[in-house]
């Protein structure tokens, strides 16, 4: 995700941005449901730009999967087990919400099981 301050007409040129990189990998795809898999999401600061004036120290980021149709097993956040105020299953919707509440400047990786 590419992101400047809006104004600068040469942000490209002068590397006044930010870009944003959101990937993600599967393992055990294989398996019924999806939920038995393991889903790796990696949110993560290029170096291509150089930041810009008035970017945010950090960012709130809410990442929805859905299909997710079994309670999860463990979502961890950088390797670290969350708790249930990071996440929310809605078994109705078979949907999970994971909420980054400050991603500052480094990679995060959420993995979910």
């Given at each position: 995700m590419y992101e400047d301050d809006g104004l600068s007409a040469n942000a490209i040129a002068t590397k006044q941005f930010e870009l944003l990189q959101f990937s993600a990998?599967?393992?055990n795809l294989d398996k019924t449901p999806i939920s038995a898999s393991t889903l790796t999401f990696t949110l993560a600061k290029s170096n291509d730009g150089l930041g810009?004036?008035?970017a945010p120290m950090s960012r709130e980021v809410t990442l929805v999967i859905h299909n997710w149709q079994t309670t999860p097993k463990q979502v961890e956040i950088n390797g670290v087990l969350s708790n249930f105020a990071d996440y929310d299953w809605d078994q109705d919707k078979s949907r999970l919400t994971v909420k980054i509440a400050k991603w500052a400047q480094n990679n995060v990786?959420?993995?979910v099981r």
């Open positions: 990998t599967i393992e810009y004036k008035g990786m959420i993995s």
